[in-house]
Structure formats: C-alpha cells, structure tokens
T-cell receptor, first 113, second 111 residues
Framework: KNQVEQSPQSLIILEGKNCTLQ??????????LRWYKQDTGRGPVSLTI?????NTKSNGRYTATLDADTKQSSLHITASQLSDSASYIC????????????FGTGTRLTVIP | DAGITQSPRYKITETGRQVTLMCHQT?????MFWYRQDLGHGLRLIYY???????DKGEVPDGYVVSRSKTENFPLTLESATRSQTSVYFC??????????FGPGTRLTVL
C-alpha cells in the first residue's frame, strides 16, 4: 500500500535553532518527492522537489535530503525564524497520473522567541 | 498577477443545500485539482482535470460534481451538502499531473 508517514507530528523549537523533519514512504514506482510549507490559513507552497537521482536540494535555509534506497527524506531548517512556524507536508509522486500523489499528514512546527 | 484564486474564502451552509466553490487560474495550466484537507488526514484528491472538458475522479469523489468548460475555471459543486463535507477545500493547478500550485483555500462549514 502506498503511504507517506511524517514525524514528528508537532515540534516546538527556539528561534535560531536548527531542526529536522522526517518523511518515510512506501510509494512505488517512485517519481519524485516534494516538501511543501503551509502557513496557517493558506495553501501549501512548494519548497523543494527531488527526483530519484537527487539526494540533496536546498532552498535558502531549507535543505531536503532523499535516500531512495531506504525510502526516507528529511527537511532540515537552519537558524529557524518565527516565520518558519507552519505545517510542512511531504508529498510523494508515483509514476503515473494525478491520482498517484500521496500526501503525508504534515509536521506542525512552532518557533518561539 | 493573480495566479490562482478561490471564492468564497469562507462559507457556511445548511445540510441539503447546494454549494459551489469557484477556482480560477491565470497561468493557462493544463491540470486543475480539487483537494479537501481535514485534521488527521493528508490532503485528499476529490477530482482533477487534465484539460478543458476532461475530468476524472480522485480518492474521495462521492457527493461532489465538477466541470471544466474553460481552461481557467474549475468549479466544485456539492449537490446536497452533508456535515461530513465540512472541511477546507483547496484548488490547485499545474502544467503536469504531479505539479500543484495551490490556491488559498475555502473553509466550508455545513450545519
């Protein structure tokens, strides 16, 4: 069964600290993996996208890694800011059409001063 | 540069009423999607469209109707709203099937 699991469900960190969010998946055949940021009351916004051959992708202070062998991805946030408070959603696409996207339930990150 | 917009942003309705949520994109993307987001669930695909006049069911299509007569619009209709359809609805568009640019969402409450 194609599934995407994220951990932790929620996380509270101090401003300026680093954190890492995890995404494990069982989706096959794998096409790509995206990390989205969703601010409260807004739609998700794409942070990074990685294909099978990519194992690291950065977007500013956000760095995503992918281990396609173990089917794990992580999103590392460096020097967190209050504006990083949001939900982070991992989405894995299987080869095929629009019905082949699998969404994690997200990690709710709260950055406190 | 509006991108993708949804209306209304908030809607309260009663059980049994018909409700239509609107979605409009200005990018001329081929694909458009409707998702619902509920606590404890990831985003779940309701319907999608690969082009004008082409629509297909997603994971949770029951109770919903869509149409796409123009590339830029993709309305979602709840023919007879039920309490279980209380949710946040997101429209998205993309040039490919696995690409989504999301709208701001519509929060729907069915009483």
């Amino acid at each position: 069964k194609n599934q995407v699991e994220q951990s932790p469900q929620s996380l509270i960190i101090l401003e300026g600290k680093n954190c890492t969010l995890q995404c494990n998946y069982t989706v096959s055949p794998f096409s790509n993996l995206r990390w989205y940021k969703q601010d409260t009351g807004r739609g998700p916004v794409s942070l990074t996208i990685m294909t099978f051959s990519e194992n690291t992708k950065s977007n500013g202070r956000y760095t995503a890694t992918l281990d396609a062998d173990t089917k794990q991805s992580s999103l590392h946030i460096t020097a967190s800011q209050l504006s990083d408070s949001a939900s982070y959603i991992c989405v894995v696409s299987a080869v095929g059409g629009a019905n082949n996207l699998f969404f994690g339930t997200g990690t709710r990150l709260t950055v406190i001063p | 540069d509006a991108g993708i917009t949804q209306s209304p942003r908030y809607k309260i309705t009663e059980t049994g009423r018909q409700v239509t949520l609107m979605c409009h994109q200005t990018w001329s993307h081929s694909y458009m999607f409707w998702y619902r987001q509920d606590l404890g669930h990831g985003l779940r695909l309701i319907y999608y469209s690969a082009a004008a006049d082409i629509t297909d069911k997603g994971e949770v299509p029951d109770g919903y109707v869509v149409s796409r007569s123009k590339t830029e619009n993709f309305p979602l209709t709840l023919e007879s709203a039920t309490r279980s359809q209380t949710s946040v609805y997101f429209c998205a568009s993309g040039q490919r099937a696995n690409e989504q640019f999301f709208g701001p969402g519509t929060r729907l409450t069915v009483l």
